[in-house]
């Protein structure tokens, strides 16, 4: 009995020993940085400034299809500058065109235009130039809506289609949106409550969010469409 208390009480004592003899350091409190930074960039422009900031040209030196110089130049050709640069209008929601939604078969220069041509070296301005200022406007009305829909709260359930107001009035100016369960935002999808003229030519949203200091805009490459736009004159 008393061999097994010596040889623990040595034990102790050799542990006690080993512990005292460690010379660690206490780790040092880490501040956490997270890597998204949270902030939204553009709160502090208009859409407009926002636009005019999305033209630049690839390494090509060509248009880039995820640009906006085509919206740029729709907007100016419209007269339409103030409708996206007015910061008193704070609950609105831009659809904003990249110019894929302009180049290509059905797409905005052949519904202004009445042709889907561009000519080489043919700037965004000089085609605008050619449209029909009237359909133009009504391509932009109707993506222009009258309430601030962000994909959360507004958008809150799911796979629910919610109905507003564009800048057209009646019920030719009605849209619909519908989040999915992974955030992604359909417009005019079936089984949205609009005819099939508006549910044949539905878009989903490219890129979510931009948060402006006169409303927030989504991206999208395909306009959409209540009732069919009148042709070009």
């Known amino acids: 009995y008393f061999k097994n208390l010596i040889r623990k009480t040595l034990f102790l004592l050799g542990l006690l020993g080993l512990l005292a003899?460690?010379?660690?350091?206490?780790?040092?409190?880490?501040?956490?940085?997270?890597?998204?930074?949270?902030?939204?960039?553009?709160?502090?422009?208009?859409?407009?400034?926002?636009?005019?900031?999305?033209?630049?040209?690839?390494?090509?030196?060509?248009?880039?299809?995820?640009?906006?110089?085509?919206?740029?130049?729709?907007?100016?050709?419209?007269?339409?500058?103030?409708?996206?640069?007015?910061?008193?209008?704070?609950?609105?929601?831009?659809?904003?065109?990249?110019?894929?939604a302009f180049i290509g078969a059905g797409d905005i220069i052949q519904l202004v235009t009445g042709s889907e041509m561009v000519e080489e070296g043919e700037t965004p301005e000089e085609v605008m130039a050619r449209a029909d200022v009237d359909v133009l406007k009504l391509i932009l009305q109707y993506h222009i809506i009258t309430s601030y829909i962000a994909q959360v709260p507004t958008l809150f359930e799911f796979d629910v289609n919610y109905t507003f107001q564009t800048l057209i009035p009646g019920e030719d100016g009605t849209i619909a949106l519908r989040r999915d369960n992974r955030y992604r935002i359909d417009i005019n999808r079936s089984p949205a409550p609009l005819p099939s003229s508006a549910t044949s030519q539905w878009e989903r949203v490219r890129l979510h969010n931009y948060v402006f200091n006169n409303g927030i805009g989504h991206i999208i490459a395909d306009p959409v469409r209540n009732q069919p736009y009148p042709d070009p004159q």
């Open 21 to 100: 003899s460690c010379d660690l350091k206490l780790q040092e409190d880490i501040e956490f940085v997270p890597e998204a930074d949270l902030v939204d960039p553009y709160d502090n422009v208009t859409a407009w400034e926002f636009i005019q900031s999305q033209i630049q040209l690839n390494e090509e030196g060509l248009i880039d299809g995820e640009q906006l110089n085509y919206m740029k130049a729709a907007i100016e050709r419209a007269g339409m500058v103030e409708e996206y640069n007015n910061s008193s209008l704070q609950e609105r929601t831009y659809l904003l065109l990249n110019n894929n």
